[in-house]
């Protein structure tokens, strides 16, 4: 590994990592990104020429959707000659919906994108802030034979450097926060950190940087529950507008046999809104075929999501939208991995 001339561009969107406790009301509030370098003189010892950009003001990642997607794809766009990585801090909530986003925007990607951040802010005794925020601009700056070790989007926390696009967020308390249930641990941070080279992802072939900012947003959520009312699935799938629907089915993505309820789909699919099965399950995968309840919605059209996240479905279906697609040609993307988001084992040639 080549540790003197690594620069790491630090992104600093917001999030608990930078926040300070009101010493009046105990909320947590936004502080500005001089109180994070105030706590973290390790940043100056680490070796690394480490350069900041801080969102002023800093977002809750609450508050993080498109807008801030595109401004960060900028960021990077506009320094990815100037620098070895790339590390974002960010909220935990939605760190995932934008590390997925990012990891289809930003097309060619070959040099590390890491997102961290913290359950406590780093201004606390026990913080997870500072350990996240170090070994995420280590992973950043790592090479080998003068090759960034881990060339994708991830999101390092605690002790684990996942696929930014396979992550979801499991816990609001606990400081082991994400989970990647359907695709490796590209490293483990004990001692050493560990990566597992055969799970980073690698570019076929080596372009330049294609950064991307077409989003369309006339995606929903559709979660399914028993005895959930024709009305409420209705009202979803007829909304002015709509060009994609992430279905959250049961189990291996089973749903209700109801005519009605399948007679919807179908009418959707015909209006030429994609209708994508992702399972409510942490784990596992999508297998229509498997049980009539789920054909039967293969019946309707619509498409599986495979091993597919709800984070990385919906952000994909607003990449393929935002780039214009038909309906059609976003199903084959949606039937194909992009950028190792999903498990399939036919790759098509990709245009966008
Ligand atoms: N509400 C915060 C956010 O996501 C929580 C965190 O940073 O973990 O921005």
């Excluded at 000659?81 to 930003?106: K, N, P, R």
């Excluded at 991830?154 to 609001?172: H, M, P, Q, S, V």
């Excluded at 992802?201 to 559709?222: E, G, Q, T």
Aim: aromatic share 10%; with cysteine; net charge negative.
């Amino acid at each position: 590994m080549q540790r003197d001339e690594a620069s790491i561009l630090l992104i600093y969107t917001g999030g608990t990592i930078g926040m300070i406790e009101n010493p009046e009301t105990g909320i947590l509030e936004s502080f500005d990104f001089q109180h994070l370098k105030d706590h973290m003189p390790e940043l100056k010892k680490l070796g690394y020429a480490v350069s900041t950009y801080p969102f002023n003001p800093p977002m809750d990642s609450s508050e993080i959707g498109p807008d801030c997607w595109m401004r960060l794809v900028r960021i990077i766009a506009d320094n990815y000659q100037q620098y070895d990585g790339f590390v974002v801090l960010h909220g935990t909530d939605t760190m995932s919906y934008t590390a997925s986003a990012l990891s289809f925007m930003l097309e060619n990607l070959s040099k590390p994108v890491i997102f961290t951040g913290s359950q406590l802010p780093i201004g606390m005794l026990r913080t997870d802030g500072k350990e996240n925020l170090i070994t995420a601009i280590e992973i950043a700056a790592a090479k080998e034979n003068g090759m960034p070790v881990v060339p994708e989007v991830c999101i390092f926390f605690e002790n684990d450097l996942l696929r930014g696009n396979r992550t979801r967020k499991i816990n609001a308390d606990n400081f082991n926060a994400f989970r990647s249930y359907n695709y490796p641990v590209l490293a483990h941070a004990g001692i050493y950190i560990k990566y597992d080279a055969t799970q980073v992802y690698r570019p076929v072939s080596r372009k330049p940087l294609k950064p991307h900012y077409l989003l369309d947003r006339n995606i929903a959520i559709l979660k399914l529950f028993p005895g959930m009312s024709s009305q409420v699935i209705e009202s979803i799938l007829t909304i002015p507008g709509l060009k994609g629907v992430v279905l959250e089915t049961f189990g291996s993505g089973n749903a209700p046999k109801d005519d009605w309820f399948l007679k919807m789909l179908k009418e959707a699919v015909e209006r030429d809104i994609v209708i994508v099965n992702v399972t409510q399950c942490v784990a596992g995968s999508v297998e229509m075929h498997r049980y009539e309840t789920g054909q039967k919605l293969l019946d309707a059209g619509v498409i599986s999501g495979y091993d597919s996240t709800t984070e990385s479905a919906v952000t994909k279906l607003m990449f393929l939208f935002g780039h214009g697609m038909t309906s059609a040609e976003v199903k084959d993307h949606m039937n194909c991995s992009l950028i190792g988001e999903v498990t399939i084992s036919d790759k098509l040639t990709i245009n966008y």
